[in-house]
């Protein structure tokens, strides 16, 4: 039987029903399409099903959408503006993080709680961070770089 559950994804409220057993990655993707978030081994290795739930990255794959009940969810989705792409995102695409994109939204959300936790890491505590977030083309010098490039961007903002 399916349960009622209020969660607020990317700022957005939803009301759905949902089965007992459906994943939060499932949810995201095939109950409000939001298809950033990846689906890589299902088992919480590989990371790339990364979402923040309130403000902490959780491999969404093993969380059920039920246990989000009345909590917050930012993905992929949620980091772009009308402004334009968050300095993550940019700082991928300049640097050439993406390869082939698969583990880029997990890597990205990891990140981002990094450097809300820590503006100024080095690269050990980058890769740390990400340390949960498999790149199966091991690309990682240019997603380090690229988490760097982003913490001197938000280092540049500051007064």
């Known amino acids: 039987m399916k349960r009622l559950i209020q969660i607020t994804v990317n700022g957005k409220r939803y009301e759905k029903a949902v089965s007992p057993s459906q994943t939060?990655?499932?949810?995201?993707?095939?109950?409000?399409?939001?298809?950033?978030?990846?689906?890589?081994?299902?088992?919480?290795?590989?990371?790339?099903?990364?979402?923040?739930?309130?403000?902490?990255?959780?491999?969404?794959?093993?969380?059920?959408?039920?246990?989000?009940?009345?909590?917050?969810?930012?993905?992929?989705?949620?980091?772009?503006?009308?402004?334009?792409?968050?300095?993550?995102?940019?700082?991928?695409?300049?640097?050439?993080?993406?390869?082939?994109?698969?583990?880029?939204?997990?890597?990205?959300?990891s990140a981002k709680y990094l450097l809300e936790q820590n503006p100024h890491p080095d690269q050990l505590q980058i890769r740390k961070a990400i340390s949960g977030n498999l790149c199966r083309c091991t690309g990682y010098q240019k997603i380090i770089e690229a988490i760097a490039a982003a913490s001197e961007k938000v280092k540049g903002d500051s007064p």
């Open 24 to 109: 939060l990655v499932d949810f995201l993707r095939y109950e409000l399409g939001l298809t950033g978030t990846k689906k890589g081994c299902e088992l919480g290795d590989c990371g790339s099903c990364t979402v923040l739930l309130n403000g902490k990255p959780v491999n969404s794959c093993l969380v059920l959408a039920v246990q989000a009940h009345g909590k917050e969810v930012e993905t992929i989705e949620g980091l772009a503006t009308g402004e334009g792409l968050h300095p993550l995102q940019e700082a991928f695409v300049e640097k050439g993080a993406i390869q082939c994109g698969f583990c880029t939204p997990g890597m990205i959300m």
